[in-house]
C-alpha cells in the first residue's frame, strides 16, 4: 500500500469529509484546520476568521488505488473554485479553496489539474496552492459530522447534495476503472 496524505479546503469541511469517506481507496479522512497563525484553534475562533485558519479536510488514501490526481478531479467537482473566500453562504477566508500539498510531485499535479480546471469553468480559479504546514484536528464534535447529523439543516441542504453530485459524476468513473 502507497500511502499519501491531501490537504484541501473547499468551503465547510463537513462537505468535503462527507465526499471523501465515500471514495475507495480513501483510509481516513479527518476534518481540521490549516493555513493560520494561531496554535491549537477551535472551530469558534477558525469561525470568526480571526487565526488566518481554512476548514480542510485530511485525506489519508492508497495511491494504487486513487491517484492524486484523482482526488484534486474530485475536489474541483464538488466545490466551487472561483470564488473567492466562499462557498455558498459560508463567507469568509476560512472557506477558500486551498491545496496544501506535501511534495514537489503533488505541488506539480496540483499546478497541472488547476490548469486543466480553468478551462472548464467560467471563471478564474482562485483555488492557494500552498506547501502543508501545522495542521490542527478539528474538534470530536466535527469528525464524521455528515454522517451522525444527515437531516440537521446544514447537511441536508447543503453538504446532501454535494454528495448526490459527487456520486452522480464522479463515483461511476472510479467505478469503472
Given at each position: 500500500m502507497a500511502t499519501e496524505i491531501a490537504t484541501l479546503g473547499g468551503g465547510c469541511f463537513w462537505c468535503i469529509e462527507a465526499v471523501y469517506q465515500e471514495v475507495d481507496g480513501v483510509s481516513a479522512v479527518e476534518s481540521g484546520y490549516s493555513g493560520g497563525n494561531v496554535a491549537n484553534p477551535t472551530y469558534e475562533a477558525v469561525c470568526s476568521g480571526s487565526t488566518g485558519h481554512a476548514e480542510v479536510v485530511?485525506?489519508?488514501?492508497?495511491?494504487?488505488?486513487?491517484?492524486?490526481?484523482?482526488?484534486?478531479?474530485?475536489?474541483?467537482?464538488?466545490?466551487?473554485?472561483?470564488?473567492?473566500?466562499?462557498?455558498?453562504?459560508?463567507?469568509?477566508?476560512?472557506?477558500?479553496?486551498?491545496?496544501?500539498?506535501?511534495?514537489?510531485?503533488?505541488?506539480?499535479?496540483?499546478?497541472?489539474?488547476?490548469?486543466?480546471?480553468?478551462?472548464?469553468?467560467?471563471?478564474?480559479?482562485?483555488?492557494?496552492?500552498?506547501?502543508?504546514?501545522?495542521?490542527?484536528?478539528?474538534?470530536?464534535?466535527?469528525?464524521?459530522?455528515?454522517?451522525?447529523?444527515?437531516?440537521?439543516?446544514y447537511c441536508a441542504f447543503v453538504v446532501a447534495p454535494k454528495v448526490a453530485k459527487f456520486r452522480s459524476t464522479f463515483a461511476a468513473k472510479l467505478q469503472a476503472r
Amino acid at each position: 500500500m502507497a500511502t499519501e496524505i491531501a490537504t484541501l479546503g473547499g468551503g465547510c469541511f463537513w462537505c468535503i469529509e462527507a465526499v471523501y469517506q465515500e471514495v475507495d481507496g480513501v483510509s481516513a479522512v479527518e476534518s481540521g484546520y490549516s493555513g493560520g497563525n494561531v496554535a491549537n484553534p477551535t472551530y469558534e475562533a477558525v469561525c470568526s476568521g480571526s487565526t488566518g485558519h481554512a476548514e480542510v479536510v485530511r485525506v489519508t488514501f492508497d495511491n494504487a488505488i486513487v491517484s492524486y490526481r484523482e482526488i484534486l478531479e474530485i475536489f474541483f467537482t464538488i466545490h466551487d473554485p472561483t470564488t473567492l473566500n466562499r462557498q455558498g453562504a459560508d463567507v469568509g477566508t476560512q472557506y477558500r479553496s486551498v491545496i496544501f500539498y506535501h511534495s514537489p510531485e503533488q505541488h506539480e499535479t496540483a499546478r497541472h489539474v488547476i490548469a486543466e480546471m480553468a478551462i472548464v469553468w467560467d471563471a478564474p480559479i482562485v483555488t492557494e496552492l500552498a506547501a502543508a504546514g501545522a495542521y490542527f484536528k478539528a474538534e470530536d464534535c466535527h469528525q464524521n459530522y455528515f454522517i451522525q447529523h444527515p437531516l440537521q439543516g446544514y447537511c441536508a441542504f447543503v453538504v446532501a447534495p454535494k454528495v448526490a453530485k459527487f456520486r452522480s459524476t464522479f463515483a461511476a468513473k472510479l467505478q469503472a476503472r
